[in-house]
């Protein structure tokens, strides 16, 4: 896997509180060894037995990620900046509400 883009954006939640975001100002600078730590995560997670997956739901209107990722790859003029910013901030906003998330 090649990786074009890369970005940490920090979502803090605590049971029973509301989500907040830190976002990183800009993309990280690819490297070596930020691709070989990508490859190492994926592999960790990979090994697991017990790992969790998901479907994208068909009402894109509740469930919107996937006309996220489709627009951004469809429509280059959205920088992969604000695309992230996008989506962790969906991210953000359902799991407010849901007092065990972390």
Do not use: C
């Not at 939640?13 to 989500?19: D, P």
């Not at 490859?39 to 990620?65: C, H, L």
């Amino acid at each position: 896997m090649n990786l074009k883009s890369i970005i940490v954006h920090q979502i803090d939640k605590q049971q029973n509180e509301n989500a907040t975001l830190n976002f990183r100002e800009s993309e990280l600078p690819l490297s070596d060894e930020l691709s070989e730590f990508i490859f190492d995560i994926k592999k960790a997670y990979s090994k697991k037995t017990n790992r969790m997956w998901g479907v994208f739901n068909t009402d894109v209107q509740e469930y919107p990620y996937q006309n996220m990722i489709a627009n951004y790859k469809n429509d280059r003029s959205q920088s992969f900046y604000n695309f992230s910013k996008e989506a962790v901030t969906h991210l953000k906003n359902l799991m407010s509400p849901i007092p065990q998330s972390t």
